[in-house]
């Protein structure tokens, strides 16, 4: 057996910034392959001051219906039974819930230093798309470690924001289609310009950007950089086991195949796959975006890296 790469990592934990449909989830897969990162599911700590909320939808969660938040809560309740119990059955999971449920005074922020702690040496790596949602959360994300680095995860505009009507449909299913991919557009915008606003405070050695499409399209290139931000030492060995994304202990979705955490569609088929080349940023009249708020989403995609028309 290989010796054990060492722990020499200045920036722990990290949180993955980025607005929903950005490939977070399967970044966090691929990234928790190495043997000195431990990747949680989304874990929405900081969409409520107190665990007790966060569990119930409090926030700006308590407009979301409670099916949607029961599934969101998966990823905290498969982390407590994987790191209290070693596994993620109904019994493990239902003991991790009542465990949560007696904790539910804590400060959110109180349970992840309680996570961390289990996880240490390693890096705790964790993303919640809610948290870049709402201005409040991502200040809470910004207090909570001071050690912390930031991983801002992008991914193309039209892709995104087709993910994202795709996944809102059902959910908003009185809006039409137009009203829909304004909504979509709004929200990949706002959280961009919220994360680039709140990262620009963080000192430039504790934040690194990468694009979804270069992360998941050329691995071999993309992952020493984040591993050489993290200080963190790779092999060959190491950056194939990376890719086998499938082998997360939160892929899938748990012995009972109900547990989610991120993705969904990731969770139903965990394999690695590379994004196409979406081409360059532009939008007909069929998305119906004004002409003003399509310059202004072409300029952000612009200044993070994706080419215009």
């Known amino acids: 057996m290989p010796a054990p790469l060492p722990v020499r990592s ?38 409520a001051p107190t665990l007790g909320e966060v569990l119930h939808g409090g926030g700006a969660r308590s407009r979301l219906p409670p099916w949607w938040i029961e599934n969101q809560r998966s990823g905290l309740v498969r982390t407590v039974a994987q790191l209290h119990h070693g596994g993620q ?3 493990a999971t239902g003991q991790a819930l009542a465990w949560l449920e007696r904790h539910a005074h ?13 996880v240490h040496p390693d890096v705790g790596l964790e993303k919640s798309p809610d948290t870049v949602a709402d201005p409040q959360a991502l200040q809470r ?5 001071p050690d912390a680095g930031y991983l801002h995860l992008t991914r193309h505009p039209l892709t995104t924001m087709r993910s ?30 919220a994360i680039v606003t709140a990262l620009a ?10 694009r979804a499409e270069d992360l998941l399209g ?31 202990p939160f892929a899938g979705r748990g012995p009972s ?40 989403l072409v300029r952000l995609a612009a200044s993070l890296g994706y080419e215009r028309t």
């Open 10 to 47: 200045d920036v722990n934990p990290v949180f993955l910034l980025a607005p929903a449909r950005s490939c977070s989830t399967v970044a966090v897969a691929m990234l928790s392959q190495h043997p000195r990162i431990y990747g949680f599911p989304e874990l929405l700590l900081f969409t």
């Open 89 to 91: 059955d109904d019994a």
């Open 106 to 118: 804590w400060p959110s922020t109180r349970l992840l230093d309680h996570l961390l702690d289990l």
């Open 141 to 145: 994300c910004l207090e909570a470690c």
């Open 164 to 193: 994202m009507r795709e996944h809102w449909g059902g959910m908003r299913a009185g809006h039409d289609q137009e009203s829909l991919s304004a909504r979509c557009a709004a929200a990949w915008y706002r959280s961009h310009t």
């Open 201 to 210: 405070r963080v000192p430039e050695e504790r934040r690194l950007r990468v």
């Open 218 to 248: 050329r691995p071999a290139t993309e992952l020493p950089r984040i591993l050489g931000w993290l200080g963190l030492e790779w092999t060959d060995a190491v950056l194939d086991r990376m890719r086998a994304t499938q082998n997360w």
């Open 257 to 296: 195949q109900n547990l989610y955490g991120g993705d969904w569609k990731f969770h139903r088929d965990p394999r690695l796959r590379a994004l196409p080349d979406p081409g360059p940023v532009g939008f007909d009249e069929s998305w119906g975006i004004g002409e003003n708020s399509r310059r202004q």
